[in-house]
Nanobody, 125 residues
């Protein structure tokens, strides 16, 4: 069992940066693929980025590639998303998720076993 708690979301202007954090409780954090998803009302949950258990491999949504960086600290059970050069289109509730599989490129929400409650990111133009 893994519990996930996100933080760091807030209202910012376009071009600003944010760092989202996700603290995980439970053992063997390094055994899980971790990912960030986002969702706006009326739309499906969208994959943003994922990272392998050891943190050496990452995958990104094309529209955030070069602007966002996913990372993890397995010693302290924390997942991060550094979001730079934010755009109004990045406005969404951001969720972290954990999966017990070995495919760090997995973009399907239904393949993730544990979810946080979400943190709101709002980017004004």
């Amino acid at each position: 069992q893994v519990q996930l708690v996100e933080s760091g979301g807030r209202l910012v202007q376009a071009g600003a940066s944010l760092r989202l954090s996700c603290v995980a409780s439970g053992r063997r954090f390094g055994d899980y693929i971790m990912a960030w998803f986002r969702q706006v009302p009326g739309k499906e949950r969208e994959f943003v980025a994922s990272i392998s258990g050891g943190g050496l491999s990452t995958e990104y949504l094309n529209s955030v590639k070069g602007r966002f960086i996913i990372s993890r600290n397995n010693k302290y059970n924390i997942l991060y998303l550094q979001a730079n050069r934010l755009e109004p289109g990045d406005t969404a509730v951001y969720y972290c998720a954990a999966a017990q599989n070995d495919n760090y490129r997995d973009r399907e929400p239904q393949h993730y076993d544990y979810w946080g409650q979400g943190t709101q990111v709002t980017v004004s133009s």
